[in-house]
């Protein structure tokens, strides 16, 4: 029930066109769901993030749409560029728990290609 | 801009060892976590720590592990006796105060038990 599921494992794309990443959750009192970019060597640095009270929430390039019913959630990457070649992290976050501990999901492998 | 520091980068022990791994928080953070991140996999949840003591653990965090933060500044991570297992991207991270707050990622120690 702790579990965020992501897809796809892998992605290529390429520049200018839009990168797609899914994740779904079971825990219903799930309420804060971060995305995050992790390049190579480093940590994983927030990106954009939602709570289950809107349904979409746009950043520059990036947008987070939310379906609370079918529970699931998605990071769209506009006009991808080489830069943004990094692994994507989905996340979950329960704020009853007074840990906001947070659930990652297995990561998405992002490859612009020129 | 503040950032969460970490040292070692690269931690190279022997099985049975003990091991410290060390984290600078943000400075007027006060939630604190590490996280762990076996090569390839998804980032896993070991532990959060709030005013003092542990506020939540997952199962991973096992008697084998322990928590401090012996000054104002820093939060460390013990592994008494090191399992060949044990071997991963060791993240800490910090967190302002609330739920509506960030959680900031430090760089990582890459742990490698031979």
């Known amino acids: 029930q702790q579990q965020v599921k992501q897809s796809p494992q892998s992605l290529i794309v390429q520049k200018g066109g839009i990168s797609i990443i899914n994740c779904a959750y079971e825990n219903t009192a799930f309420d804060y769901f971060p995305w995050y970019q992790q390049f190579p060597g480093k940590g994983p640095a927030l990106l954009i993030a939602i709570r289950p009270d809107v349904s979409e929430k746009k950043e520059g390039r990036f947008t987070i749409s939310f379906n609370k019913s079918a529970k699931q959630f998605s990071l769209h990457i506009m006009d991808s560029q080489p830069g943004d070649s990094a692994t994507y992290f989905c996340?979950?976050?329960?704020?009853?728990?007074?840990?906001?501990?947070?659930?990652f999901g297995k990561g998405t492998k992002l490859s612009v290609i020129p | 801009e503040p950032e969460v520091t970490q040292t070692p980068s690269h931690q190279v022990t022997q099985m049975g060892q003990e091991v410290i791994l060390r984290c600078v928080p943000i400075?007027?953070?006060?939630?604190f976590y590490w996280y762990r991140q076996i090569l390839g996999q998804k980032v896993e949840f070991l532990v959060s720590f709030y005013n003092n003591e542990i506020s939540e653990k997952s199962e991973i965090f096992d008697d084998q592990f322990s928590v401090e933060r012996p000054d104002g500044s820093n939060f460390t991570l013990k592994i008494r006796s090191t399992k060949l297992e044990d071997s991963a991207m060791y993240f800490c991270a910090s967190r302002a105060r609330s739920s509506t707050d960030t959680q900031y990622f430090g760089p990582g120690t890459r742990l490698t038990v031979l």
């Open positions: 996340a979950a976050e329960y704020s009853g728990a007074g840990s906001y501990q947070l659930t």
């Open positions: 400075s007027n953070h006060l939630y």
